[in-house]
């Protein structure tokens, strides 16, 4: 009895090192092939939906489907059993997508069409974000993460004011536009004015009378403007992130013990100043 | 009658800190539920325009249009009151969006068709900006604040050019393209111009003879470079005003303690003011 | 006979101060006025070309374009003969402009509707840009030319670049795609890829087959990133700028006499370093 | 014998010259000659698709396409002669799009039909590229090489985040519209996603139901959102270069005359690294 828990202890153990670990050899390929399958499995997904593929290909896509939905069975189980923290990881973020990714197939069994729900599947994309953490990737995220966040502040107040502008902008072109040209209700004409200010533009909806094409005329320059607006945020950020990594880097100052002055200069033997001989570690 | 006069003393000093106080509690609870019921009022004058919608639930929408509109008015009254220089607010310009915001459906009992305009008060959205003015934003929407005014000089110029540029180039695709292709006339081409300079490209005018896609193109590659500018010019002052907060964050100032100077040098050991001798412990 | 000469001169001198003047008042006044006949003679124009206005107003169109174009002349008149170099004027940019600008009324009383042709004079439009030397916005567009003159060589290097990626995908695009889809000939698919890397995006050109709509979505990704490097020029550019004025404003140092000390600030009476006393004379 | 030889080598090492060298006057005459032969084949391709034009010319087509064809055929083997290491030529890149864009004419000649194949010939634009190691514009394109080098690391994780939003997007954006706005299947609602986050926005495929409209505004927002980091990134980097760039060039480096190392800091008497005293006269 003992022995098979001891064994049972061992698979655990070996497991977690597979699934959790990213040090050793066997967790770095665990996770190569789980990030292949994942996409193998996204694509699939994709296909299915392209006309005339899935007919061509029906049986062939159903069985890897199943190889894949079992492979996503058996590593939701395993990654249960070798946490410690079982309950914590199920309704963890991670832990519902790995679970609602694998239940499509065998809903399928019970009630047919519900097949399509494996698209649901993409989700588990979310985890090659976790690729980031890499430590090739880990330097250049992390300064983006933290040039991003500094911004959050004022990219918030600035969709604020955005979105309140495009009600208002939108409530005006309701007013002066026809039904016909497109503006049907006020959130349509909303969604026009995010599609204008966006410079996306698809021209499903535009203006007709000279009235509105004035008024989209002053939207776009508008818009023309404020894209300048989380350009100059981000970019700023990055700028001061990208100087101070400048001055972190060469920042270790030594002071001269005879007149006080301090250089950043790593080389520097003798103070520039008085010419004393200084105590440099570096 | 004195005691009437001071209950209603009383009464006006509590509307006043409800309504205008933003530190009391209640003040608070105030602004919270007007933001509410100003964003309730906007999305059922939304959901009004939305065909379908209005045919079903009609009476439920016009009676929580006459509670919001009593409740403005009630606000509104309140409001006047409440302040001291009654003229002053009745004519500035929130006084006159308050106003405006709460006729139309008065206006609908004797003339009706003119509920439509309740879309006007989607202008009381204005007062969310308000929203910006609070402690968390305040530093936020001041440094933006600060860096557009800064580059408001550069961006008028800009615009004065763009828009110049923006008639020259829109007489000539006057001439080059037929009113067959949607140029039926310089305001028209004008109106394409700026959809093609602010990258919005509806699509729904855009030249047919090779000419004119040749300049099209031309303008097009203008837009992608005049797009630079706007950003460049707003980017650079964002940058500066984060520069220097930066270093206001960083510098450990040391104060004098003969004459109060103080000074961001962090090898100063003599006040330049006064030539005290400073206690520098950095 | 002498007499008639000096009040010519007179009348030319006069002329000259009015007309070239920008310092004295009637100078200013004329710049003004000048400008306004330009800006209701341009839209004089544009309206004649929006159908159904000139029909209800042709009339007091054509007495006010013959207003127009007398005045014109008669300042066309007035800039020749007060000014020393003649032939200079007329044969310069704006003389030439000024010239042809006044010419079609003329021409339309020979060859009837020849009038449209004085869409030409939106290039008297040209002139308003002598406005930007007013001092008012003088250092402003100083600045930004001399920021766009800085980045000129790298946007010249960029959109070489540009040119041959568009060419090299436009040639691609038309081997991928149908003439069905719009893609007819090389010049034509270099045109869509203009509209598209520029993120203009008409869609009356756009790739239905999967092949080309994978590349297409390549473009727009591509074209997504090299947003980034005019913008990136001109900032830079900005951003150096911003800072070089923020220093020459600033620097004035003061030289300490007796340790060399220099300092940028200019309230400093004393030396930081060793507390003599400065001869500071800002 | 040997004369032959001695003769052929001197027409080897002139050819090397005129072909391969840059410094010499016919090197230089011989770079811009063929710069014009490939512009000249590429325009020629270009309009030989224009419908009605190849119809009109064909002949003179013909004709000069073969003496094109000639010259780069010349051009080639001499390419190979000229050069020392032959192999290494004919499989290097530019080696293989030279014979490429000379085989199609005579692929022409016993497979009619194919000589639309020169298209390819576009390819050789990309020597054009060779002109930015002219010493004119060297500093620029160096300048911007390295920021973008600098800035690859950021790109890269960039569009993989990108990337994977947009499949999660297309697929969310596949389930709630309908195929008859156009989501026909994921990919092309990938494809739709990329074009409205790069906010291209054709319009041949655009969201019809509310919930898809909402989703697609999202998908706008954060699209304008987003072009701010690859900007913001690309902007630090030339920011940076620049600044440093700055520093480069006014900088007055003192040598020291004992041990030859050289400083920038202006305030520098000692040398920094033997502590002899320098002849700092600035």
Redesign the interface.
Known sequence: MGKIKSKYNVFRQKAQIIIYGTNTKAGRLFDLILLGVILLS?FL???E???GFDAKYHNQLVFVEWVITIFFTLEYILRIISIDKHIRYIFSFYGLIDLIATLPMYLSLFFPGTR?LS?IR??R??R??K??NHPK?TS??L??KQ??NASR??????????L?ST??IG?VM??VESKESGF?????S??WT???????????I?PQT?LG??L??LV??L???I??????????????????Q?TDLNATKTTCSSC????L?K???????????LNNNN
């Open positions: 996204v997904v994709m296909m939906t392209v006309e399509i698209v993409a989700l994309l979310l090659l974000f690729i980031l990737f250049q995220s300064h983006m040039a991003l502040g004022k990219i918030i107040v600035f969709i604020y004011f955005v309140i009600i208002i409530s309701y007013i049907t209700s006020i959130p349509m909303i969604y995010i599609v204008t200010l966006t410079t996306v533009g698809y021209g499903d535009s000279p094409q004035f989209a005329a776009m320059i818009g023309y403007g894209i300048a607006v989380p350009t100059g945020i981000v970019t700023a950020e990055f700028a001061k992130r990208n100087t101070n400048e006080g002055t301090f250089t200069n080389e520097a033997k003798f103070c520039y100043r008085c010419g004393n001989k």
